[in-house]
């Protein structure tokens, strides 16, 4: 299968690069294809003509999103727009990546695709609104929701942490912001089954996908470090403090818990998803001997 990928240097870009050894790949990284370029997104897919895109570009800062609300906007919304434009026109389904943080965290249990979404920042209201444009514009899209991605490439919370691990002895972490860690991995490996189902048109539309087992962020910081520890990395932090959300202010608001329920991916390509124990178990051996 020819698929095209969009956003290749980040977290979920690479894997999929990694994943995808039994498909042509087009890779694009930003430099190669500003998905907020009309033109220059409808000439590469007619150019590569792929039989599939899948969109691993974002705006991911969530906090310099508040203050930057053009550039998200422009990425997460009007990104999708030219994607999904540019898929339709050429008959080309789009698999799309979006985000537990359009929800406002105030249900009960795990959220399900249908429930009610309310995002409480500019960057999930900028991912909302791609959602949005990538169901108005494209007959046969896949959109994935997917939760606290980390890898061992990019910025994400685990390889900050180890950082800040490694420099001091004691630490605070969130604790009353419940989620599922997921690995960049393990969304890349359902994008793949995704793209290696028969692509029937009863498929398209919006799914969750993320690791089971949810945590808060003190909980994946502490999982962390003992999988460090274990895997011989000198860390120095001894104290881990667990602190409240409102200990520790941050120009965007998150959802307090954004539990997403999954079943209906898993029941649809067939698919079981790793914990994110053994991802980071996994990720953690890469990162040793990596620069953090
Ligand atoms: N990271 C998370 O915790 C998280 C949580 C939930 C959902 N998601 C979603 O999961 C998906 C993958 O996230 P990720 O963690 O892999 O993101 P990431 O590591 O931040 O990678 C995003 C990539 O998009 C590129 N990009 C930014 N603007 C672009 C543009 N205009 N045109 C083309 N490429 C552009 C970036 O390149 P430059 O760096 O060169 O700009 C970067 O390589 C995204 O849709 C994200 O919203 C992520």
């Known amino acids: ?95 799309h990546v979006s985000t537990d943080y359009v929800f406002d965290g105030s249900g009960q249990g795990a959220y399900v695709e249908s429930d009610p979404v309310a995002p409480l920042g500019v960057y999930g ?16 899209y896949i959109i994935l929701r997917t939760s606290w991605v980390f890898s061992a490439h990019a910025n994400n919370f685990v390889k900050t942490m180890l950082r800040l691990g490694i420099e001091r002895e004691t630490l605070g972490v969130v604790a009353d912001q419940h989620g599922c860690p997921t ?47 274990k895997q011989d990395m000198n860390m120095k932090v001894s104290t881990l403090n667990a602190i409240a959300t409102a200990d520790y202010p941050t120009p965007a608001k998150r959802p307090t818990s954004s539990l997403m329920n999954c079943s209906k991916f898993s029941q649809t390509f067939d698919f079981t998803i790793k914990p994110w124990s053994a991802s980071l178990q996994e990720v953690i051996k890469e990162l040793k001997h990596a620069k953090l």
């Open 1 to 95: 299968m020819k698929i095209l990928i969009t956003g290749s240097n980040g977290q979920l870009g690479t894997e999929l690069q990694r994943l995808g050894s039994a498909h042509e790949l087009f890779v694009l990284d930003h430099d190669e294809l500003d998905i907020c370029d009309a033109t220059a997104v409808s000439q590469a897919i007619a150019d590569f003509f792929p039989d599939a895109v899948v969109n691993a570009a974002a705006y991911t800062a969530v906090d310099r999103a508040e203050s930057d609300c053009i550039a998200a906007f422009a990425v997460n919304r009007d990104g999708p727009t030219n994607l999904a434009k540019a898929c339709e026109l050429n008959g080309i389904p789009l698999i």
């Open 125 to 140: 209201e900028s991912k909302l609104a791609g959602e949005l444009a990538v169901q108005q514009h494209c007959s046969r």
């Open 183 to 229: 690995s960049a991995a393990e969304l890349a490996r359902g994008i793949y089954a995704v793209l290696e189902s028969d692509l029937n048109d009863s498929i398209w539309g919006v799914y969750h996908l993320c690791q089971p087992e949810p945590t808060t962020w003190f909980g994946f910081a502490e999982a962390s470090f003992d999988e460090a520890r």
